[in-house]
């Protein structure tokens, strides 16, 4: 794991964009998207330089189940805002929340996943080494699912919603299975709240109840942490 130490969240959105910028160039022309704060300011960098994905899919993670594409709260919503109104895909898919038949939603979102091999997938961590949807416990081997989300979780995205009885209780999610296909990987964490789960990801064992520390065993993955989320790592 090559990891990145910048001094906050706005100098590494430079660094998430740099890694992009450089995929773009090796020809990469599929990109695995994440939602939630992390992302963002990797996603303003994209946006004010001249990276074009008019001829690039992405395939984002994650989506919550129950909640229409136009409902803000939605990971669509989320990324029509951030990213794709300014920076528009050829095709971008998300799992669609309002499916009727989740097992069909989860058949027909891994078959978009095997016709598309990831080149580049952006992750950020859970307070608790979650990465996408897939919590801890979650199998290593598991491609996409709903999954239902642990109370932590809950709270931490309650931050999003009027009401914590709001926020879904379940998710489709990409599986670790399919995020380990990818070609390469870049997971950024930014704040103190992130601290022991990158520590855990990077220095601890890896287990099923560290959902990131599966990515040890990945050969090319980039960790972009500011000084905060990088403050329990041992050197
Ligand atoms: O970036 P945040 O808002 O801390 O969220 C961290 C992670 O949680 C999720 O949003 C799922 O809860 C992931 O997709 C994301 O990477």
Redesign the pocket.
Known sequence: MKVIVTKNQQEAGVEGYQVFKEAVEKGAKVFGL???????TTYEEIIKSDLDFSDCTSIN??EYVGISPDNDQS?QYFMNEHLFSKKPFKQSYLPNGLAEDPEAETVRYNQIIADNPIDLQL?????NA????NEPGTSFELETHVAD?TDS?IE??S??FEHVEDVPKQ?Y?MGIGSIMKSKQIII????A??ADAVAKMIEGPVTEDVPASILQQHPNVVVLLDEAAAAKLSK
């Open positions: 994440a939602t939630g704060s992390t992302p963002i993670l994650d990971y992750l950020g961590i859970g307070r979650h990465i996408g949807f989300l979780t931490a995205n931050r999003f998710a999610s950024e964490a930014f704040g709240e992130k």
